[in-house]
């Protein structure tokens, strides 16, 4: 591998050997362009789950996705699989009953709430588990951007039309992301000694490069979502393009994507046209002046919200995950994400990302007005920006 990529030597070793997230051969690997094209296969791979069936997801909703979901899951778990739901339970906290978990344990499927809320402040309850993952039967893995409720697939319009995505995974990658739950898991609920039990041996032939399914934790003292965003920043060439919901960013990221953009890299970030939270709209803005000053280009998507959390960059690597460019995600949550290097589905990211952009209105220095009490204000706010 380290051969075949000799400048990308470092990186391998960051995430490999530093961080214990291997890269194996890529087999398998499906880019989804909005949730509603990515739902339809979760559903089908659902199906044919004969062992188990494990979801990771921040939140959880009631309508036609989950609830076609909810029937699969009942199915199985009548059948003997064993079937295991974890949920955030801030995330989820205004879309499903408190006993939500005790309804689906009687159904027979195993079900924890990540971090239960308290009624005593504590800096714990920052720790949110923003992660999103599906696993089956140790063959097949789903991530992405999408959490389980129907804005994700457009079922239901919120912000407009909601640009997410979704991937799916297969052959040895999968093992990380089965790991990935089963760690989070008995951490709450000690029920495996011995995780191998899930593990499926998946011989590789022909490959389509290198994949890396990796994790965030608040715990381990290492900021590994941001390292793999600095790391292709900092190695890029010719372009690296970005989709994030939002834009809080400390001034190590802000003049690293500077940086890039000096160097002669095309860079690109794309954000909401349409706010999920006004205050967080304004604050990503914010930060709109000096990236257009030192040469990066923002767009604004014009038909709605976009949640999708990407880097592609080279037309060799890509990565696509839950890791938004802001304080939490960066810092504080548990996040997940799957970096591809050399493999052809790269330019399916980037295309997506491009065809993007002919619907997205390009920022200049004259679209961003604030008067001075708006700037004080949101200078403001960025001193509580670990809160938003």
């Known amino acids: 591998m ?7 030597k470092g990186d391998f070793h960051y995430l490999s050997q530093t961080e214990g997230f291997p890269f194996y051969r890529n087999v398998d690997f499906d880019y989804y362009k909005v ?12 199906r044919k789950a004969e062992k188990f069936i494990f979801l990771e997801y921040f939140i959880i909703d009631r309508g036609q996705l989950w609830d076609s979901m909810y029937e699969i899951l009942k199915e199985k778990a009548a059948q003997g699989l064993d079937v295991r739901v974890m949920y955030d339970d801030m995330g989820s906290m205004y879309s499903l009953p408190i006993r939500y978990a005790n309804m689906l344990e009687e159904q027979g499927i195993k079900c924890v709430r990540f971090n239960r809320i308290s ?20 063959k097949v893995a789903f991530s992405g951007g999408i959490n389980l ?15 997410d995505n979704c ?58 979502g941001q390292s793999v965003y600095m790391n292709i920043l900092n190695r890029a060439n010719q372009y690296v393009y970005i989709i994030t919901p939002y834009l809080i960013i400390d001034t ?16 690109r970030i794309m954000t909401p046209g349409v706010p999920d939270k006004k205050l ?10 000096n990236l257009i000053q030192g040469g990066v280009k923002i767009y604004e998507y014009t038909p709605g919200f976009v949640h999708a959390k990407v880097f592609v960059s080279d037309d060799r690597i890509a990565t696509v995950g839950t890791i938004n460019l802001d304080y939490r995600s960066l810092y504080l949550h548990f996040e997940n994400g799957t970096c591809l290097v050399n493999s052809k589905k790269v330019l399916d990211v980037k295309e997506d990302y491009l065809e993007s952009c002919k619907v997205s209105h390009q920022m200049a220095q004259d679209d961003i007005r604030h008067n001075i009490i708006q700037r004080l204000f949101l200078g403001f706010v960025k001193l509580f920006a670990a809160q938003l």
Request: charged share 25%; glycine share 6%.
């Open 119 to 138: 009624p005593f402040v504590s800096a714990v309850m920052n720790h949110r588990d923003h992660r999103k993952i599906m696993v089956i039967d140790g």
């Open 2 to 8: 380290i051969e075949e990529t000799p400048d990308l």
């Open 252 to 267: 190590e990221l802000e003049n690293a994507l500077i940086l890039a953009a000096k160097r002669g890299v095309d860079v």
């Open 280 to 289: 967080i709209w304004n604050l990503t803005r914010s930060f709109y002046r």
């Open 35 to 46: 949730g509603e094209e990515g739902f339809p296969v979760m559903l089908e791979e659902m």
């Open 149 to 163: 409720a129907d804005e994700y697939i457009n079922l239901k319009e919120v912000f407009g039309h909601w640009k």
């Open 167 to 224: 991937i799916r995974i297969k052959g040895q990658a999968v093992w990380s992301y089965t790991v990935l739950f089963l760690t989070n898991w008995n951490a709450i609920r000690k029920t495996d000694e011995d995780y191998t039990v899930f593990k499926v041996d998946q011989p590789t032939t022909q490959h389509d490069g290198y994949i890396c399914a990796y994790g965030e934790t608040p715990f381990d003292n290492e900021n590994t």
